[in-house]
């Protein structure tokens, strides 16, 4: 099974910020494509699809947020934290089954 | 507007069934793969299955801890997914959420629509 670790587990950051969340998987999940999601889930909710193709933004999904990467390192920023993005936020590969998640990073108020 | 909406779910004895159903609406349900997922209480999130579209052989793939105890099925003239859940354990407990699978076209899929979830809790 490909392991999915995010970092960090959670982070505190103000209105404003620039917010960087990492994930790493444990062997390349890179072929032809970026097998690579991001989720956004807020408590009580079910998650939502933010980025498809490590850096493919939703239609929807603010400008704010990006993703980068290939191989296995991979990257989601928010180029300015509103409000609204206060959640918790997890990585998922689809390159082989079992698909698997990073743990999530929770993004708190500073 | 793309809806989804399970339920079936409750409290139920360990070594009991529960089936839970994933209606869905707004899209060609025929057209895409549909996938259920869990979320233990305070946990992350873990796939449990999917079930391919018809036009890819409407196979199924499983996770190893629910292979053989869980299956998923759907039905195309009724835009519903199901997922039967044999011989449940504690550990089974947890939100359970369907989602539809949309295909990179190179393989691979991500999972665009989720339901809101349907609460499942295995306990004596």
């Known amino acids: 099974d490909i392991q999915m670790t995010q970092s960090p587990s959670s982070l505190s950051a103000s209105v404003g910020d620039r917010v960087t969340i990492t994930c790493r998987a444990s062997q390349s999940i890179t072929y032809s494509l970026n097998y690579l999601n991001w989720y956004q889930q807020k408590p009580g909710k079910a998650p939502k699809l933010l980025i498809s193709?490590?850096?493919s933004l939703q239609s929807g999904v603010p400008s704010r947020f990006s993703g980068t990467g290939s191989g296995t390192d991979f990257t989601l920023t928010i180029s300015s934290l509103q409000p609204e993005d206060f959640a918790t936020y997890y990585c998922?590969?689809?390159?082989?089954?079992?698909?698997?998640f990073g743990q999530g990073t929770k993004v708190e108020i500073k | 507007e793309v809806q989804l909406v399970e339920s079936g779910g409750g409290l139920v004895q360990p070594g009991r069934s529960l089936r839970l159903s994933c209606i869905a609406s707004?899209?060609?349900?025929?057209?895409?793969?549909m996938s259920w997922f869990r979320q233990a209480p305070g946990k992350g999130l873990e796939w449990v299955g999917f079930i391919r579209s018809k036009p890819y052989d409407g196979t199924t793939q499983y996770a190893a801890s629910v292979k053989g105890r869980f299956t998923i099925s759907r039905d195309d003239s009724k835009s519903i997914a199901y997922l039967q859940m044999n011989s449940l354990k504690t550990e089974d407990t947890g939100v359970y959420y369907c989602?539809?699978?949309?295909?990179?076209?190179?393989?691979?899929?991500?999972?665009?629509?989720w339901g809101q979830g349907t609460l499942v809790t295995v306990s004596s």
């Open positions: 707004g899209f060609t349900f025929g057209d895409f793969a």
């Open positions: 998922q590969q689809s390159y082989s089954t079992p698909w698997t």
């Open positions: 193709a490590a850096s």
């Open positions: 989602s539809r699978g949309d295909f990179y076209g190179s393989g691979g899929y991500y999972f665009d629509y």
